[in-house]
């Protein structure tokens, strides 16, 4: 290991920066944030910087270094694009022990500053030792991408509350409590921005920590439409912390495997026929896992709440008093769409958009007027198997046999592929290319745009989209 990393207080110490760059900038509005008092010497100042001492945040000698400028320095830092002065404020600096760093000169320096991930006061430090600063920002943004954005909110929370857990639990409790709290409800409430809840439910688990288990709690999640790169951060985030995960079969191999290697795995997909206790069978499982301590991770194709079920699930779990956190997925109409190049809506085209489900056989429960407009699109969510009907309905409420329709099947997964038609030809279409599911149909004049795939070259006139394609894209 070159360099120890170590956290220094600077709040209110004397810190020299020599230079009035940009570069001397980025230094100084760390510096700043640090609370240390900052004086620059240089003889002139990039715009920023003159802003700071116009407002009095730091202080300004128009001069050249001299080495009497580092009198009761705490630190000083070089980033001037004079290799002579950065030399000479690394000598100087060495000579009066100050700790010093030369911008982009790591031999030269007794400190270098890291890469920082601010989630205040938690706050994470990446360096290589000044060898790959590409590389140091690379693995920045992979850490940060993982860390909640709300997780200094979590930090504070937890240290307003240590003496009170010192108060209350004996040093051999302690340890096992703050895991519990820090893996549990009361995390995920603060993370999520609910603090009135996270203090309820931490009162509640201090009182009881000698007494009771730990607390379980559900993660309504949405997967996406099936491509793991699709999933939100929040949701990775929980789906490594999750100890039991109820999937269905919309949720990819791919997502999977982005969650905690030694979750409990269990499948909870139901097909068309199923019992009729199949979705209460679901709430047992995830009541019955958090009502042992358990994190459940119910993890469901597309988003909770687009024909996902996910308002009776919480309605199940808050009957039983189960704490709850949901979590938006990309639904697979949006990513379906977007895969295929498919505008939902259009200035001229397409107005409006509705979700439908094909999957129930009630025809009243549709306003098929509507859905066979014109210059209206629809999704029609699990709509293959009723693809017949669907399409004939339509056309019975006035669309024409020629409009537009596509089917698109295994949506932005490797194995994807787009089947474009008409109301008039896409069944046999679809039954001559073997479609199956999981996949999407969309009707509307938008769907002709999917023609020219990514970055269509122009908008299509009225005569070209009245003969939409008759083509399968892999």
Do not use: C
């Amino acid at each position: 290991m070159d360099y120890l990393p170590i956290f220094i207080v600077v709040k209110d110490a004397a810190a020299l920066v020599v230079g009035g760059g940009q570069v001397a900038h980025r230094k100084v509005e760390w510096l700043l944030a640090a609370h240390a008092r900052v004086r620059v010497v240089a003889p002139r100042l990039h715009a920023e910087l003159a802003e700071l001492v116009a407002r009095g945040a730091l202080e300004h000698e128009a001069a050249e270094f001299d080495v009497r400028q580092l009198e009761g320095a705490a630190l000083a830092i070089a980033a001037t694009d004079s290799a002579a002065t950065n030399t000479a404020v690394a000598q100087a600096a060495r000579a009066a022990r100050v700790p010093v760093n030369v911008v982009d000169n790591p031999e030269l320096s007794s400190f270098i500053f890291p890469a920082i991930i601010d989630r205040s006061p938690l706050i994470v430090a990446v360096g290589s030792a000044g060898n790959s600063p590409v590389l140091v920002r690379r693995v920045r943004a992979q850490i940060e991408a993982l860390l909640p954005a709300k997780l200094g909110a979590l930090a504070r929370f937890l240290g307003e509350r240590r003496d009170a857990v010192k108060r209350a639990l004996t040093p051999v409790g302690r340890r096992p409590f703050w895991e519990r709290i820090i893996g549990g409800a009361v995390a995920s409430q603060v993370l999520a921005g609910n603090e009135a809840q996270a203090n309820a439910a931490f009162t509640g688990e201090l009182l009881d920590a000698g007494a009771r288990s730990a607390r379980g709690e559900v993660y309504l999640i949405g997967a996406g439409p099936g491509d793991p790169d699709l999933l939100t951060l929040r949701a990775l985030q929980l789906l490594q912390q999750a100890d039991v995960i109820l999937y269905d079969r919309l949720v990819s191999d791919a997502v999977l495997a982005r969650a905690r290697r030694d979750a409990q795995r269990i499948f909870v997909g139901k097909e068309a026929g199923d019992p009729a206790n199949a979705q209460a069978h679901i709430h047992e499982l995830m009541i019955r896992h958090a009502r042992a301590g358990l994190r459940v991770a119910r993890l469901k194709g597309g988003d909770p709440f687009i024909f996902g079920r996910g308002g009776e699930e919480i309605e199940a779990l808050a009957a039983q008093r189960i704490p709850y956190v949901v979590v938006a997925g990309i639904t697979a109409a949006l990513g379906a769409a977007a895969s295929a190049a498919i505008p939902l809506t259009h200035r001229r085209l397409a107005q409006s958009v509705t979700f439908a489900t094909g999957h129930t056989l009630d025809d009243a429960a549709l306003d098929w007027d509507l859905l066979a407009r014109p210059n209206h699109t629809t999704v029609f969510y699990m709509g293959v198997a009723q693809l017949p009907r669907i399409l004939s309905r339509l056309r019975a409420a006035g669309a024409p046999a020629d409009h537009p329709a596509v089917i698109i099947e295994r949506a932005t997964l490797p194995d994807e592929r787009v089947l474009s038609g008409t109301l008039a030809t896409l069944e046999s279409l679809a039954h001559a290319a073997h479609i199956v599911a999981p996949a999407l149909l969309i009707v509307g004049k938008v769907v002709a745009l999917a023609r020219s795939g990514a970055g269509a070259q122009a908008t299509p006139s009225e005569a070209t989209l009245s003969a939409a394609p008759e083509e399968v894209h892999a």
